[in-house]
């Protein structure tokens, strides 16, 4: 079996100064890698966290709207560690959602979901590639939803845009394997991380809800994702692409 370390390699991880995607950053630091933090902000606080362990941790704003900030964001990982070996688009509107009926969400809210959700993972893989494709050597996990394979009332835009990801995760795989590049996703279901707790009126209706679909009949917590994460990032997964990684305790089959 290939080690799961990350000894040498060198990670980006957006919306990583809290939530899911701050255990993703503390996971692959605790597994040896060198982590930049992008995050629109936090960051700073998250690297002060992470770096009391002895972990090689960066940190920088980012927005991933802007072609402009993914682009600095990436000069960043590459100006402080040489290469990136790992990026971890998990940067999305998701803990601060309201529940609403299709016919009241604006265009507005809608192309927001999607400007942040999926073009913000679209120009992060755009940014890293030509480094990915030089180096042939990469791995790209996009964070997903199970919503996308099921459907989901009041939370349409949500869903459009986490569909928006997986079917750009399945068209970039073909696109960068020809490098030795591999793009997968990986599908939480509903996670109970702290601003997911902070939203109480989203939590209160959705939880009881998610709970009845799954086949492990708990909560889901940060640590229940963040292995398979950690997997797909790894080389026991180096062949493995385009695929669609469900964690979320057999919510959804497919």
Do not use: W
Request: hydrophobic share 45%; with cysteine; proline share 2%.
């Amino acid at each position: 079996m290939t080690d799961m370390g990350f000894g040498g390699k060198v990670a980006i991880v957006t919306g990583g100064a809290r939530g899911l995607g701050f255990a993703i950053a503390e996971a692959l630091a605790a597994a040896g890698a060198k982590v930049l933090v992008g995050d629109v902000s936090g960051a700073e606080d998250a690297v002060h966290q992470l770096s009391s362990t002895g972990s090689d941790v960066k940190g920088c704003f980012a927005d991933v709207t802007s072609e402009d900030s993914v682009r600095a964001m990436v000069e960043a990982a590459q100006a402080s560690f040489g290469r990136v070996d790992i990026l971890v688009n998990n940067a999305a509107i998701a803990a601060d959602m309201a529940m609403t009926r299709f016919e009241d969400i604006s265009p507005k809210a809608f192309l927001r979901m999607m400007e942040v959700n999926a073009l913000g993972t679209f120009l992060c893989c755009q940014a890293v590639s030509p480094i990915m494709r030089a180096q042939r050597y990469g791995r790209i996990i996009n964070m997903a939803s199970g919503t996308a394979f099921r459907g989901m009332p009041f939370v349409s835009h949500y869903v459009a845009s986490k569909g928006a990801v997986m079917t750009l995760t399945r068209s970039l795989a073909h696109e960068l394997g020809e490098d030795e590049i591999t793009v997968n996703a990986v599908s939480p279901g509903y996670t109970i991380t702290g601003p997911n707790m902070a939203n109480e009126s989203y939590m209160q209706k959705v939880r009881p809800e998610v709970l009845k679909l799954r086949a492990i009949k708990r909560d889901a917590y940060a640590d229940d994702v963040v292995g398979a994460v950690l997997f797909l990032a790894s080389d026991g997964a180096k062949f493995v692409t385009g695929q669609i990684l469900a964690a979320d305790g057999g919510a959804v089959y497919h």
